[in-house]
């Protein structure tokens, strides 16, 4: 696995936690689902991705995106 496909897994997964905490805890946490949305698109502008960097210091190889 590259970090191309676990920043996408990553993503994923923190959306569907963001929404089960939106739909069970409280409305609030939409604002969680918002951040991680802002932080997919800044990060496909930029190309600067927190979890990315993350995912590289701990091994994962590169992909094309995240270099």
């Known amino acids: 696995m590259n970090i191309d496909r676990?920043?996408?897994?990553?993503a994923g997964i923190m959306i569907l936690i963001s929404l089960l905490l939106t739909h069970f805890v409280h409305?609030?946490?939409?604002?969680f689902t918002v951040f991680i949305a802002a932080n997919l698109i800044q990060a496909s502008f930029t190309g600067f991705c927190p979890a990315a960097i993350i995912f590289k210091k701990l091994g994962i190889k590169t992909g094309c995106a995240f270099k």
Request: neutral net charge.
């Open 27 to 31: 409305p609030g946490f939409v604002w």
């Open 6 to 10: 676990a920043l996408m897994m990553f």
